[in-house]
């Protein structure tokens, strides 16, 4: 029996990291699956820094093989925001739709051709033995002029990725999952995994 604590409360993300993770656990639990109430800082300046803060805070108090994930979106005409931001972009209370109008707010003077941006993932897993172990994941493509799709959570209605004409929101999921900064990251944490446990996944 191996347990994954998966120190994230964005349901949009866990499905994801689920679907993601391949064999190498059979249970896969989040703060909203085992009900922690917990309220974690993210101060850090870099992915890296809130990730490892997020995998450590939760490591520290069971001691099981944890994974965190901190990502964001980067708009090129934006120098980078809202980068670590994103979360928090419109405030605390604010809602996915309330960061999109922002968003869109911000660059509705730029054209198509300038609205380059890219989705960042980082990963950080903590083993049993707590040894830290860190990936990470880009997918680039541009900002749509406005909300389209249903799929996906986040900033996904407004993400064009690169070689499609629709958003992440537009997309099935499993196209998504093949393409994404999220896949990305994951393709090389299940090498560690790999590593880790010999190849074999747990039966
Ligand atoms: O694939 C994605 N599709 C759309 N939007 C996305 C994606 N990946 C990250 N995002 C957005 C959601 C959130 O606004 C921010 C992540 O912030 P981040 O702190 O990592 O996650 P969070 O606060 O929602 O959950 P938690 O910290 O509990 O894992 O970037
Ligand atoms: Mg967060």
Same mark, same amino acid.
């Given at each position: 029996?191996?347990?994954?604590?998966?120190?994230?409360?964005?349901?949009?993300?866990?499905?994801?990291?689920?679907?993601?993770?391949?064999?190498?656990?059979?249970?896969?639990?989040?703060?909203?699956?085992?009900?922690?109430?917990?309220?974690?800082?993210?101060?850090?300046?870099?992915?890296?820094?809130? &990730?490892?803060?997020? &995998? $450590?805070?939760?490591?520290?108090?069971?001691?099981?093989?944890?994974?965190?994930?901190?990502? #964001?979106?980067?708009?090129?005409?934006?120098?980078?925001?809202?980068?670590?931001?994103?979360?928090?972009?419109?405030?605390?209370?604010?809602?996915?739709?309330?960061?999109?109008?922002?968003?869109?707010?911000?660059?509705?003077?730029?054209?198509?051709?300038?609205?380059?941006?890219?989705?960042?993932?980082?990963?950080?897993?903590?083993?049993?033995?707590?040894? +830290?172990?860190?990936? $990470? #994941? +880009?997918?680039? #493509?541009?900002?749509?002029?406005?909300?389209?799709?249903?799929? #996906?959570?986040?900033?996904?209605?407004?993400?064009?990725?690169?070689?499609?004409?629709?958003?992440? &929101?537009?997309?099935?999921?499993?196209?998504?999952?093949?393409?994404?900064?999220?896949?990305? &990251?994951?393709?090389?944490?299940?090498? +560690?995994?790999?590593? +880790?446990?010999?190849?074999?996944?747990?039966?």
């Amino acid at each position: 029996m191996r347990k994954l604590l998966v120190a994230t409360k964005n349901e949009g993300k866990a499905k994801e990291i689920k679907q993601l993770i391949g064999g190498y656990f059979n249970d896969v639990v989040t703060l909203k699956d085992f009900d922690i109430n917990i309220n974690i800082i993210e101060d850090g300046s870099t992915f890296e820094d809130n &990730a490892l803060k997020k &995998a $450590k805070t939760i490591y520290t108090l069971y001691r099981q093989p944890t994974l965190a994930d901190d990502s #964001g979106l980067e708009v090129d005409a934006l120098g980078g925001k809202p980068g670590v931001m994103s979360a928090r972009y419109a405030g605390e209370k604010a809602t996915d739709e309330d960061r999109i109008k922002k968003l869109l707010d911000e660059l509705k003077d730029v054209p198509e051709d300038k609205r380059g941006a890219q989705f960042i993932c980082v990963l950080v897993f903590i083993d049993q033995q707590g040894r +830290i172990y860190q990936t $990470k #994941g +880009i997918c680039r #493509g541009k900002i749509a002029l406005e909300p389209k799709g249903k799929n #996906g959570f986040g900033y996904d209605p407004i993400f064009i990725p690169d070689g499609f004409d629709k958003t992440f &929101a537009e997309l099935d999921s499993q196209i998504k999952n093949q393409i994404s900064h999220r896949s990305k &990251a994951f393709e090389n944490l299940k090498k +560690i995994l790999g590593e +880790i446990y010999n190849e074999g996944t747990c039966d």
